[in-house]
């Protein structure tokens, strides 16, 4: 069982479509479950926000440990949830700030950047044929492709 730690203001502020959310910190979250970024139910998660304490999302939320830092730093509370595990081999940060992806390797932790989190998972779903992103863009048939250029021909070209 893995335990994911993952710095919720860092990610979202990846995610344009999550910045500009009425509710950004509760998209996140059911965009996590549905794209199940955490992979196995077992896993255990644990999300943590800077700023005061959002007591209905705290309630609402059954599956996920939510945190808020308060006046302290998101940061903070992290690497003090990675001192006190015993088995850091266990514990996967998500995370881009440099400091705390320092700090977690250090104490031995694993380390996922934001990037990696949310497109592994999602791209799979998505477009479980298509073993490379690079690959999404490339994947059309030829006679499509023919088809295309003729139609472009007469358009441009006045053939």
Wanted: charged share 35%.
């Amino acid at each position: 069982m893995l335990w994911y730690i993952i710095d919720g203001w860092n990610v979202i502020h990846k995610v344009s479509f999550l910045k500009k959310s009425p509710s950004p910190r509760e998209e996140f979250i059911s965009f996590i479950k549905r794209y199940r970024l955490t992979g196995s139910r077992n896993n255990r998660v644990t999300i943590v926000f800077d700023g005061n304490v959002d007591v209905l999302l705290k309630n609402r939320e059954q599956e996920f440990e939510i945190i808020f830092s308060g006046v302290k730093s998101a940061d903070e509370l992290i690497c003090r949830k990675i001192d006190v595990c015993r088995n850091k081999r266990q514990i996967v940060v998500v995370s881009d700030d440099y400091e705390i992806v320092s700090y977690v390797r250090k104490q031995g932790a694993g380390v996922l950047s934001t990037t990696d989190f949310l497109g592994r998972k999602a791209r799979k779903k998505r477009f479980p044929h298509v073993k490379n992103k690079k690959d999404i863009d490339k994947n059309i048939d030829y006679t499509i492709k023919k088809e295309i250029n003729d139609q472009l021909r007469k358009l441009w070209l006045k053939e």
